[in-house]
């Protein structure tokens, strides 16, 4: 289970950022006091734009960020004080995720295991698994600047999911793939959730959300302003899809919030 209360998240800015973002504060808050919960088995999704506070959110949960107020738990271990207790419950992806190019997926998958505390022969299992799934065997020893995005994308997923984690983190995880790359990756999430593990992604594309998630929390400026199944959160907004839904949350929070 994921506990997240109260999350509160300030950057602080130097005069290089605030001429870049064009303000004057010298901080930014990137994420307000925000609180959900997550469950195993189910795929949650955060919605929203580029900039709301999705990526800092999981980053957060990931251990990669510490709060600056807020607490977060992934199966009752506390991020801050049980670091390293949530990174063995956790496989973390994000697009901005580079292997190093030298290397194989064969290499970084073994490399990442042994990092894990995976003994050779769980190692060997798993990566039998997700290679299969994945269609990395033929490109197993290819150095991984000469794999195609896709490719790439699907090795970044093995390596995450290497040591079995009970729940897994994706920030965005088919921006920028082709569509048959994201169809896997998307059918892989379903085949995570029916071994009962707890998803929890972020995305900006409704459709994606739509088929995939079981509940959603919308954030808007920071802020969570909706979560709730799909159609409940159809039913109070009075809309008949998401992207309208969230079009007519954003006319109501973006401003204000």
Do not use: W
Not at 20 to 48: N, P, Y
Not at 163 to 185: N, R, S, W, Y
Request: proline share 2%; glycine share 8%; with cysteine.
């Amino acid at each position: 289970m994921i506990e997240i209360e109260k999350l509160t998240k300030i950057y602080k800015l130097n005069k290089k950022q605030q001429k870049e973002l064009k303000v004057k504060d010298t901080q930014k808050i990137a994420v307000s006091d925000l609180s959900l919960r997550a469950k195993e088995g189910e795929i949650f999704g955060l919605l929203g734009t580029n900039g709301a506070g999705k990526t800092t959110t999981l980053r957060c949960l990931a251990t990669l960020l510490q709060p600056t107020s807020g607490t977060i738990r992934v199966n009752g271990f506390d991020t801050v004080k049980d670091g390293e207790k949530v990174r063995e419950q956790i496989g973390f992806l994000t697009n901005e995720m580079k292997l190093d190019p030298q290397f194989s997926p064969d290499y970084l998958i073994e490399f990442f295991g042994r990092l894990h505390g995976m003994n050779t022969e769980k190692i060997q299992e798993r990566k039998r698994e997700l290679f299969e799934y994945f269609g990395i065997d033929q490109f197993a020893e290819k150095r991984v600047e000469e794999l195609s995005t896709g490719m790439k994308q699907k090795a970044s997923i093995a390596v995450s999911l290497i040591h079995d984690p009970k729940v897994v983190i994706f920030d965005e995880p088919t921006t920028g793939l082709d569509i048959i790359t994201a169809k896997a990756v998307t059918d892989y999430l379903k085949e995570l959730k029916k071994q009962g593990k707890l998803i929890i992604m972020s995305t900006h594309i409704m459709s994606e959300a739509e088929k995939l998630c079981d509940r959603i929390a919308t954030i808007i400026d920071g802020k969570k302003v909706e979560e709730g199944t799909i159609p409940e959160i159809l039913q109070r907004t009075q809309t008949d899809d998401l992207e309208e839904a969230f079009f007519r949350l954003y006319q109501k929070y973006g401003k204000a919030v």
